[in-house]
């Protein structure tokens, strides 16, 4: 009996209006916003719902390195330019913002969001920044006090060291101030840093770093003040690492490189009462070289590469066995970002009592089908799975699978 050869997967939609590479996604504000920065300083936030741009700015006079979200209102930008942003970016404040796209914009006429905050950092490594949110209870108790509701809690921010390429920097925000310092390895040549990954739970804080060298590290702080150390080193990658992700799971992480090996690591949060020395969980060679763009859905089935190639690779977060290949870019692709399929800013209805149904669907029967057609499309797009790629030719392709 002969097999039914299925044609080859194609993208939901294409997002198009960047006239350089993309070099950043984020979904941000619980998958109704899809962030997107490309290599000559231009940030655009696309409504998932209508796949239309709804702020448009340029951020910073290099390529953007990377870009995050702090909160549903804080946009963190960070760019060749030696500098990390923190914009104001909520559904609000998009009514204020050009929503002209890089293609046909003017950086000079261009209104940007309200800057929140900015500090100097070293972006010689073409290295983006990682973070976290800080778990210091002390940290967490003194700003719920102080609070209110629109300030999201505090978070580090990790980032290649401004006075020595192979150490690394942790700022904390809103103070901006460096909380700690990991020095550069004295007996190992690692060169640049050029990936990191960081967690805190409680006091302590976990930093993963890759190298220039192929080497990847591990340092843990496990009191405020104390110097890192250094619990984990391999070198599984014989090219410099590109891109690395901690699993949700937050017990191992995995890197990629210039050579075409993804290799699992541990996660150690204490040194270990064996001498035996630790060693990588798994070390897979693909085949593919240079994948980079390493993302975790937020379940941690799945992860995704961007490749070199031109193809996104989507593979087993258990076995690292590689489940699909997506192909529609021409050129290389350099980022990939999941949608969180367990969002919780996702807004959904939840009337507690008969009144509040009363009311509800009062205003329902009021709004117009424009309005119910808008809420039905933005709820669809909250809740699709989708797997957004960044490609040199400054297109997104966006992806529905699994």
């Not at 064996?274 to 379940?299: A, C, F, M, N, V």
Request: hydrophobic content about 40%.
């Amino acid at each position: 009996m002969s097999t039914v050869q299925l044609p080859p997967a194609q993208p939901a939609f294409i997002l198009r209006g960047h006239s350089a590479e993309i070099h950043a996604l984020h979904f941000t504000q619980g998958n109704a916003r899809l962030l997107t920065g490309d290599a000559d300083g231009w940030i655009v936030s696309w409504n998932l719902a209508f796949k239309r741009p709804v702020a448009v700015w340029k951020a910073h006079d290099g390529a953007v390195l990377g870009v995050g979200s702090w909160g549903s209102d804080r946009v963190i930008t960070h760019g060749r330019d030696n500098k990390l942003l923190v914009w104001q970016l909520g559904t609000a404040d998009e009514a204020t913002l050009d929503n002209t796209l890089p293609v046909d914009a003017d950086a000079t006429l261009t209104r940007q969001p309200w800057l929140l905050y900015g500090i100097t950092v070293n972006a010689l490594n073409f290295c983006s920044f990682a973070m976290c949110c800080d778990g210091m209870p002390q940290v967490l108790s003194t700003m719920k006090a102080i609070k209110d509701s629109k300030t999201p809690d505090p978070i580090l921010i990790a980032v290649p060291s401004t006075f020595d390429s192979d150490g690394i920097d942790i700022f904390q925000f809103p103070s901006q101030h460096r909380a700690a310092q990991i020095n550069a390895d004295r007996f190992i040549t690692t060169g640049m840093v050029m990936a990191l990954s960081i967690q805190a739970v409680s006091t302590r804080i976990q930093v993963a770093a890759g190298y220039d060298s192929g080497h990847t590290m591990v340092f843990v702080q496990n009191d405020p003040g104390a110097a890192f150390e250094k619990l984990y080193c391999a070198r599984p990658h014989t090219q410099p690492i590109l891109s690395m992700a901690i699993s949700p799971c937050r017990e191992y992480y995995i890197t990629s490189s210039a050579d075409a090996i993804v290799a699992k690591h541990p996660l150690p949060s204490q040194p270990s009462i064996w001498k035996t020395e630790l060693r990588p969980i798994k070390i897979s060679q693909t085949k593919h070289s240079g994948q980079q763009g390493l993302q975790y859905r937020s379940d941690g089935k799945i992860f995704a590469t961007a490749g070199w190639d031109v193809h996104v690779r989507v593979y087993s977060g258990k076995t690292m066995k590689e489940l699909a290949v997506l192909k529609w870019h021409k050129v290389g692709c350099y980022v990939t970002a999941f949608a969180s399929i367990d969002s919780t800013e996702s807004s959904t209805s939840s009337p507690t009592s008969d009144d509040e149904n009363g009311t509800a669907a009062a205003i329902a029967q009021q709004s117009s089908a424009v309005s119910a057609v808008q809420q039905r499309r933005d709820e669809k797009a909250r809740n699709t799975h989708w797997l957004a790629a960044g490609s040199k030719d400054g297109k997104v392709s966006l992806w529905d699978i699994y």
